[in-house]
């Protein structure tokens, strides 16, 4: 019985009367109180059962996650033809001031270019090209890599960190050259990804500067700034090469990979980008939200 039912019972009782209106609403009060208990006690239940139900429900990918966060940066609202001039646009001024540019790492030919490509992970290029003259001159190609032994490898690249993993990466997609290639660096994208360790990032970057092929090499830098400028919405690199692939012709694709890797390390880092410094401010919606 609730407070309210309670004094009304009193109330009655005091005035000596027992009315019935008295007695009536006390019992209406009782009714109501058990129909909010029953109430309550069907929401706890549904509410338990909507939670085992959620729990068994397929949970979201941590990719998809990823996704849906990295849509920080609004894009603009442009048709595709707009979108597409406005990436050549953006491509051509980074153009001036990166394109001469190369990559940051140190090699001859495609298989010290992959080999160099392992070791640069989590690791400066300056540091990677400190080590690689001592690592190539000691194993020149893939049979001699398969052929070494680790400690010593492990000995040589120790200052670029994780040394063991990246014994073990060096040492199996150099077997796997061996073994699938007879040690020669294959072009397409599909037989070098073929390669042990050896992902799309990597694959571009070895037939766009070994090979001179068309290729969009998409590292942190470039996911960062394509999604700052509002050239993409996606966090997946695949994605993100195929979307930049659809809007910019392949003419740029080598350039315009350089040229974003490069303005990501120089005027474009993660933190404090230097927006007010930057060419292509006027075709960036992030930098225009920065600078206000
Ligand atoms: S304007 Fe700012 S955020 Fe946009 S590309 Fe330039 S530095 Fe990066």
Redesign the pocket.
Known sequence: MNDMAKANQKKAAKSGTGNSAARKKAATNKKTTAKKKSSAKKKAAAKKKSGLKKSSQKKVPISKRNEARAQPHKMWNESESVLNARAIR?SNELRKIYGAKDTALDFDGAYQLLAATILSAQCTDAQVNRVTPVLFARFADARAMTAADPAEIEKIIHSTGFFRQKTRSIIGMSASLVEKFGGRVPETMEELTSLAGVGRKTANLVRAMAFGHPGLIVDTHFK??AQ??GLVQLADPTKIERRIAEILPDSHWTEFSNSMIW??RA??PARN?????????K??????E??G
């Open positions: 953006i960062r700034v700052r400028l303005h990501g005027l474009c980008p230097k927006c007010s410094e930057c060419p292509v401010l075709d960036c919606p992030f930098g225009q920065q600078v």
